[in-house]
């Protein structure tokens, strides 16, 4: 005998029982579980199924043949006679209505008592929401049976339609009970509900519920709002019901999903629409201009999620109807500017005479006689009564298409805003700004950004410069030292069988000097011409670093696909997301991209203008993984680039400016990018003049030019397929993470500038330190930074180095001079008193030999 996980064995006899009751199987099943002890049953869904099978299965149909025959056994001998013309339920509303009523308005107290006053008891929520849709339906036959078109017409005959004068009272009394319960305790309770999880959302308390939850959470709240308002009849409606009505169908129009709410027979939306929207209409133009506002206002926060649906703080906009024949039902905001007062009048006129046809009885009222009317496609904001939708900018609103939401980049940025929270389509909404065959463009409302989707793959390629040279035949005597770092390689990635086309290793049109220790190569195919791969070799590291030109929203930028040391790297060894391949036939590219776009009036927005969101598998390997994995970086329409921390009680900002430089250890020209962390966000700078101001336009001595700047540009050459522009989406810097020791808080008061690691020469002092410290943590791990921001490279001396970082292992340094000695020495500022130790005493360095990562303090 079945259990149902929840009711005991008596109970369950006793359900079987009623169940094969034929003809009082509808009041007993509905007394059996408005009771405190069972109601609890309904969290099984099989209870449900079968509850709601019993109510509404019409069972046996009653052909008209037998109409007038009657069964004269109990039990019958003949079935086909125990059958109704239209349904059990029905029947039962008819014959014995006090059977089916009053266990339904013990339920509805039983729903009352239950309220937790909370929508995250999710046992008790499930139970509520049961049960209010069987009463929304029960009443739906409730009030067909009441209002039914042969009562209301003499002349028209319904066959058994017949409900006995004393019975009918009772309906309607029961109606109107059933109604007070419905308006003052259910439709109060789902408004709490609602407004809790919207409250829950703004303040990003992703501990309860993360937000594609509560959106669909929302979703079913809504339906059975539009569910418990369907039998409102026209006479009864107030501003709350319009309110409530036209704010849950623009919620379901911008982010309901079809086809995911089992619960729900989700033609009943559209019936809903359909049989009050004409009368929503006429509501609408015979009321006062302050009333409509302040309907559409409270529409316009609950589909764009800007508010609650009653919020008495909020501005209330006025809003105007579209004047013209072919536009009843269209509310636009009526701005000063949108107004179009030439044939208001006549516009007014000919709506209402449209409307009187349909709705008869409509008078003039004084709304007519003060609501503005707009000029069509005026406005951006405009919402439908006969669709009951929203548009932005004459684009509906819309749940986010899938192929956007599953995107990676998408993914990336929008979980780390959401805490990690999984993204999907039904956390966001949209509207359409342009469409084109290879471009999708949408603003996400609410969110003050634009995605950009590219559906095709860019059928550019990037061409490298004709002038370039070829490796080995052309390498210079200076140039003689990148053969045997990189042959291996070359031979293990670029060397293809006879009967493929041959892959070609260029060298700069530029020949390097003698000081030159990095080496840029480019891999091209010698069929097409097209650049595969970009190729670093690194001289004193003895490294290889190889990457992809890969285009991103038409845009090419460089990916890492491989290294050959991961201590001269600044990507990390065994991460997660692997280093790739560096096989230069095996990339094919990624068909579709999707480039967001940050609006000026976002909130976190410090530039002003449109910015562009830089994915982070551009900056890996381009960029230390501890400043990559905590800062979101974001391009302005300058070309410079801001570091946002990730930290929420992070204060302080990142600046990359560009600049052409000569740089030695590239052997030329080259954009270069100088990284300034300014401690307070506002203090950076956020147009291109204060950018001039601050960044100033000079030549890098060989002295100290790998210490001041980060330079991993492509050289200025006009005819490079990889122009300068589309570069600065690859060289980021970021900052360190605040410390609680006073002296390293002291120093990250002040605007700091990053040195570079990886570029730093043999024989330099930054060179030793980058040795030193890559004993303990890779170059991706340690972070170096300066507080000369303003320091003259040309008539000044080296510059200090103010902090280390290794934030993994939460130690900082700091190089200091020692008086007696006039040296330099790095000093740690967690542990006073203790720095680095130049002097390598032979018992020390026996007992370090088994530690290979250690330092001598």
Not at 106 to 121: H, I, P, Q, S
Not at 511 to 528: G, I, P, Q, W
């Amino acid at each position: 005998m079945p259990s149902f996980g929840i009711l005991g064995q008596r109970d369950v006899e006793l359900l079987l029982s009623y169940l094969t009751t034929p003809y009082l199987r509808i009041p007993l099943i509905l007394r059996f579980f408005a009771t405190e002890d069972r109601v609890s049953a309904l969290l099984d869904s099989s209870i449900c199924t079968l509850l709601h099978g019993v109510l509404f299965e019409p069972g046996r149909f009653l052909s008209v043949a037998f109409a007038d025959d009657c069964p004269i056994e109990v039990p019958s001998e003949q079935p086909h006679l125990i059958a109704t013309p239209n349904g059990l339920l029905v029947n039962e509303l008819q014959c014995s209505p006090k059977g089916v009523i009053e266990p339904l308005l013990k339920l509805l107290r039983l729903v009352k008592e239950m309220d937790a006053g909370t929508v995250f008891n999710e046992s008790i929520t499930q139970i509520i929401l049961v049960l209010t849709r069987v009463v929304a339906h029960v009443e739906a036959y409730l009030f067909m049976v009441i209002h039914h078109p042969s009562r209301m017409d003499t002349h028209r005959e319904e066959r058994s339609f017949v409900v006995l004068p004393e019975e009918l009272v009772y309906l309607q009394e029961s109606h109107l009970s059933m109604r007070a319960v419905i308006d003052n305790e259910l439709l109060p309770m789902l408004d709490s509900w609602i407004d809790e999880l919207n409250v829950c959302i703004d303040a990003s308390d992703h501990s309860r519920l993360d937000p594609s939850t509560a959106s669909t959470i929302l979703s079913g709240l809504h339906l059975h709002v539009l569910l418990l308002l369907r039998n409102v009849e026209p006479k009864s409606y107030t501003t709350d019901f319009i309110s409530r009505m036209l704010s849950s169908f623009a919620f379901l129009t911008t982010r309901f999903v079809w086809g995911r709410h089992n619960h729900f027979n989700e033609h009943e939306v559209y019936y809903i629409l359909q049989k009050h929207r004409r009368s929503i209409a006429e509501w609408m133009y015979s009321h006062t201009s302050e009333e409509v506002g302040m309907v559409m206002n409270s529409v316009v926060r609950v589909a764009t999620g800007s508010g609650l649906r009653v919020d008495l703080e909020a501005t209330n906009y006025p809003w105007g109807y579209v004047a013209g024949r072919d536009c009843t039902g269209r509310f636009m905001r009526a701005d000063a500017e949108c107004m179009n007062r030439k044939g208001a009048e006549e516009g007014k006129e000919a709506l209402l005479e449209d409307i009187r046809k349909t709705l008869p009885g409509l008078q003039r009222s004084s709304y007519c006689e003060q609501t503005p009317t707009i000029q069509s496609g005026l406005h951006e904001v405009e919402i439908s009564v006969h669709s009951g939708s929203l548009t932005f900018k004459a684009a509906f609103l819309k749940a986010i298409p899938q192929e956007i939401a599953t995107n990676d980049d998408v993914r990336e940025l929008f979980d780390q805003q959401l805490r990690k929270t999984r993204v999907n389509p039904e956390a966001m909404q949209c509207a359409v700004v342009e469409e084109a065959s290879n471009r999708l463009w949408i603003q996400l409302v609410g969110l003050e950004h634009d995605i950009q989707f590219w559906r095709t793959m860019d059928s550019r390629v990037p061409i490298p410069s004709d002038s370039m040279r070829f490796y080995p035949d052309d390498c210079e005597f200076t140039e003689k030292w990148i053969a045997p770092i990189f042959e291996l390689y070359r031979r293990a990635f670029f060397q293809r069988s006879f009967f493929q086309p041959p892959i070609l290793i260029l060298l700069p049109e530029e020949k390097l000097t003698d000081e030159a220790s990095v080496a840029m190569l480019t891999a091209v195919c010698s069929a097409t011409g097209e650049k595969l791969k970009e190729i670093y070799v690194f001289r004193d590291h003895e490294a290889v670093h190889i990457f992809d030109v890969v285009s991103h929203g038409r845009r090419f930028y460089r990916q890492h696909v491989f290294y050959s040391d991961v201590e001269s790297s600044f990507r990390e060894a065994g991460d997660s997301r692997g280093a790739g391949d560096g096989t230069a036939d095996r990339n094919c590219g990624v068909p579709t991209s999707a480039v967001i776009l940050r609006r000026p009036t976002h909130p976190k927005n410090l530039s002003r203008s449109i910015e562009t969101y830089l994915p982070h598998r551009f900056l890996y390997a381009l960029l230390p993984d501890a400043i990559v994995q905590n800062h979101t970086f974001w391009q302005d329409e300058d070309d410079n680039i801001r570091g946002y921390p990730n930290e929420r009680k992070a204060t302080h900002l990142l600046w990359l400016h560009w600049k052409d430089l000569r740089y030695a250890p590239l052997g030329g020209n080259c954009i270069g990018v100088q990284c300034f962390r300014f401690s307070v966000a506002g203090a950076a700078p956020r147009a291109s003049e204060q950018a001039v101001l601050q960044s100033q336009r000079i030549e890098l001595t060989d002295e100290c030019e790998d210490e001041i700047t980060m330079s991993r540009a492509a050289r200025t050459n006009s005819s490079d397929g990889v122009p300068q522009q589309l570069e600065a989406g690859m060289y980021r810097q970021s900052s360190v993470t605040h410390f609680a020791k006073p002296d390293s808080a002291t120093i990250e008061d002040h605007n700091l500038l990053l040195l570079n690691l990886l570029y730093a020469r043999a024989g330099t002092p930054l060179h030793s330190l980058a040795k030193v410290i890559s004993r303990l943590e890779p170059l991706s791990q340690v972070l170096v930074w300066t507080a000369q921001t303003e320091y003259d490279t040309i008539h000044g001396g080296p510059a200090t180095i103010d902090l280390i970082h290794l934030p993994r292992l939460k130690l900082s340094f700091r190089a200091r001079l020692l008086p007696e000695s006039s040296t330099y020495a790095v000093f740690s500022l967690d542990h006073a008193h203790l720095c680095i130790s130049n002097a390598r005493p032979g018992p020390v360095m026996i007992m370090t030999r088994g530690i290979p990562h250690s330092l001598i303090m």
